[in-house]
Every structure is written in structure tokens, then in C-alpha cells.
């Protein structure tokens, strides 16, 4: 076999070893993507029910606080009268400089 024809052979296993080399990246690169996309579809569904649940326990306590400022006046409406003037009359001595 002369140089010419070794070198062709050699040309050609190289070619055929960058096409598998191009196969074998394109399929890693479609096994990456499916992997990132179930892992951020999961952490997606993860953080919203945290941010559900999140917002249920600030809804509750904020039904509670409600209840009890609600309890409070009922207990003390004079002083909490009082404390509302005050609030306000503060309040608005501030926001009118």
C-alpha cells in the first residue's frame, strides 16, 4: 500500500471518528438539556408550594392579628381612639413636609 493510500485511510477513520465525536456531543447535549429542564420544572414546583404555603401562613396570622386588633377595640374603644388620632395626627404632621 503506498503513502497516499494510508494517508486516505487515516483521513477517513479520522472523519468517521469526529462524526461519532459530533453524535456522542449532540446526544450528551440533549441528555443535559432533558436533565436541566426536569430539575428546574422540579425545584419549580417546589418553590411554589413553599411560596403557597408561605402565603397561607401570612394569611392566617394576618386573619389572627386582625382578630385580635378587632378584640381589642371592642375592649377598649376609647383608647383605641385615642391611639388612632394620634397615629394619624403623627402621620400627617410627617407626610405634610
Known amino acids: 500500500m503506498t503513502e ?9 477513520a479520522i472523519g468517521e471518528d469526529i462524526a461519532a465525536l459530533k453524535r456522542d456531543f449532540a446526544g450528551l447535549l440533549e441528555h ?4 436541566a429542564s426536569a ?8 418553590l411554589g408550594g413553599e411560596a403557597e404555603r ?23 374603644p376609647l383608647r383605641s381612639a385615642l391611639i388612632a388620632f394620634a ?3 403623627i402621620a400627617g404632621r410627617l407626610l405634610s413636609r
Do not use: N, P
Open 39 to 46: 430539575a428546574g420544572s422540579g425545584a419549580a414546583q417546589q
Open 32 to 35: 443535559t438539556k432533558r436533565s
Open 4 to 12: 497516499a493510500a494510508k494517508d486516505k485511510i487515516d483521513l477517513s
Open 87 to 89: 397615629v394619624g395626627f
Open 54 to 76: 408561605l402565603y397561607r401562613t401570612a394569611v392566617e396570622e394576618g386573619q389572627r392579628q386582625i382578630a385580635a386588633v378587632g378584640r381589642q377595640v371592642e375592649e377598649q
